[in-house]
């Protein structure tokens, strides 16, 4: 069983940068996949960013290559979200999400452990 805490979300500018952590329980998190969804109101929850494992590979939605960063420390059982010049459409309610792999998941189904998820909020 893995336990996830996201943190970080809040009001930003557009233009501004924000970071996620997301802190996982459990002394296996290496042996997790990672990655970083968000749902719109009225939207459907979409892929925005993952890692595998080790922290050796990552993916990114298209929305936000070149903007956002994933990154991971499997020492603090943490994985991170930067995000830099951050637009409007943005905003959303961001969840981390685990799956025991050694891959990289970007389908959310794949997924087994959820965190509550943070507010973003990006005006304009």
């Known amino acids: 069983q893995v336990q996830l805490v996201e943190s970080g979300g809040g009001l930003v500018q557009a233009g501004g940068s924000l970071r996620l952590s997301c802190a996982a329980s459990g002394r296996t998190f290496s042996s997790y996949a990672m990655g970083w969804f968000r749902q719109a109101p009225g939207k459907e929850r979409q892929f925005v960013a993952a890692?595998?494992?080790?922290?050796?590979?990552?993916l990114y939605a298209d929305s936000v290559k070149g903007r956002f960063t994933i990154s991971r420390d499997n020492a603090k059982n943490t994985v991170y979200l930067q995000m830099n010049s951050l637009k409007p459409e943005d905003t959303g309610v961001y969840y981390c999400a685990a799956v025991n792999s050694i891959a990289v998941v970007t389908t959310a189904v794949r997924y087994d452990y959820w965190g509550q998820g943070t507010q973003v909020t990006v005006s304009s």
């Open positions: 890692i595998n494992n080790s922290g050796g590979l990552t």
